[in-house]
């Protein structure tokens, strides 16, 4: 399922699918964020404030109006599996 960064819930791991373009896409790759790379969202401020991922055991800060136009593939969980005893 494909949506915004900044509509994902706390703690969704998903990985990048579509980005800005032009210097946004710039600044964001020098971060390390590029198409196909696995990101978790931990937390969104309100108010428009920012979003804050996690990439590669980094903290990253992504501002409002970029993560609203960072679209990203969230990653399907596989659903846990029963122990029988």
């Known amino acids: ?4 960064l900044n509509a994902l819930e706390d ?7 579509e980005m800005p373009r032009g210097e946004c896409a ?3 790759e020098a971060l390390g964020l590029y198409p196909g790379k696995t ?6 401020m309100p108010f428009k404030g920012p979003v804050t991922v996690l990439l590669d055991q980094r903290q990253i ?3 409002h109006g970029i993560s609203s136009r960072l ?10 599996q029963e122990v029988r005893t």
């Open 71 to 80: 679209i990203v593939e969230v990653e399907e969980t596989e659903p846990p």
């Open 11 to 17: 703690g969704t791991r998903a990985v990048i699918a």
């Open 61 to 63: 800060a992504i501002g």
């Open 1 to 4: 399922m494909k949506t915004t």
């Open 26 to 28: 710039q600044r964001l």
């Open 39 to 44: 990101i978790r969202k931990i937390s969104g």
